[in-house]
C-alpha cells in the first residue's frame, strides 16, 4: 500500500495495520486485483497505468497530453520536466542554431559550431542563448539528448547502447545523464513505459 490511508500519517497506518506493508516512495502499487495509491492525485497516475497496460506507451502519452499532467510519476522517480523556453521567433538565429543541434543530436556539436550556425560571435550566442532557453547551450542540448533518448526508450526496441548512441552520448555517459533528472537508468525507464 503506498502513502497514507484516510489521512493516517504513514507510521500510524503500518501500527493500526501491521499486515499491510506500507512504501511510501512510490504512488501507486499494482499488485494485480488490487491497485492502492498515495492520494488524489496519483488516481490520475493509476488510469495512465491502466491505459499504458491495455493500450501501450504510445497512447496512454496522448491521453496524458490532453491532460496536461506527466505521462507517467513514480514516488521515487525524480520528474523530468521540461525547462521553459523562452518565445523565439523562428527566423531568429537562436532559434536556427536549436533546430540545427536538434537535427544533429547524434553528432558531437560545439558552441563554436553553433555559434557559426547562428552567425554570431561565440560569446554573443552564449548571451543570447542563455535569455532564450534560460540556460547554456551544453545543458540544453543535454536536456534534449535526454528528451530524445527517453522517447526512443518508450517507442523504439533499440539497445540502449543503440539508444546512447542516437542522441549523441556514450553508454556511460548516456546512463549518467538520464539518472540526473530522471532518478532511474534508462532500463528501468524502459520496463516502466513499456509494458
Known amino acids: ?7 493516517l500519517p504513514r507510521g500510524l497506518l503500518q ?7 506500507v512504501n511510501a516512495s512510490v504512488l501507486y502499487v499494482d499488485h494485480g486485483s488490487v491497485i492502492t495509491a498515495a492520494g488524489t492525485a496519483a488516481g490520475i497516475d493509476v488510469c495512465l497505468h491502466h491505459i499504458r497496460g491495455d493500450h501501450g506507451a504510445d497512447v496512454a502519452a496522448r491521453v496524458a497530453r490532453r491532460m496536461v499532467v506527466a505521462a507517467h510519476r513514480e514516488g521515487g522517480q525524480a ?3 521540461e525547462h521553459p523556453v523562452g518565445q523565439v521567433p523562428p527566423d531568429d538565429p537562436i532559434s536556427n542554431a536549436m533546430r540545427y543541434a536538434l ?3 547524434h553528432r558531437r556539436l560545439t558552441v563554436d559550431e553553433l555559434a557559426g550556425v547562428a552567425l554570431l560571435s561565440v560569446r554573443q550566442f552564449e548571451r543570447r542563448f542563455v535569455e532564450a532557453a534560460g540556460g547554456p547551450p551544453g545543458r540544453w542540448i543535454t536536456h534534449q539528448r535526454i528528451r530524445a533518448g527517453a522517447a526512443l526508450l518508450e ?5 540502449i547502447d543503440a539508444v546512447a548512441a542516437r542522441v549523441g552520448l556514450s553508454v556511460a555517459g548516456f546512463h549518467h545523464h ?3 533528472p530522471m532518478g532511474v537508468s ?3 525507464y524502459r520496463r516502466q513505459f513499456r509494458p
Not at 155 to 159: E, L, M, P, R
Open 1 to 7: 500500500m503506498t502513502g497514507t490511508r484516510l489521512g
Open 15 to 21: 501500527e493500526r495495520h501491521p499486515e499491510v506493508t
Open 79 to 81: 520528474q523530468f520536466a
Open 103 to 105: 537535427d544533429n543530436l
Open 155 to 159: 517507442s523504439a526496441d533499440h539497445a
Open 178 to 180: 538520464f539518472r540526473v
Open 186 to 188: 534508462p532500463s528501468t
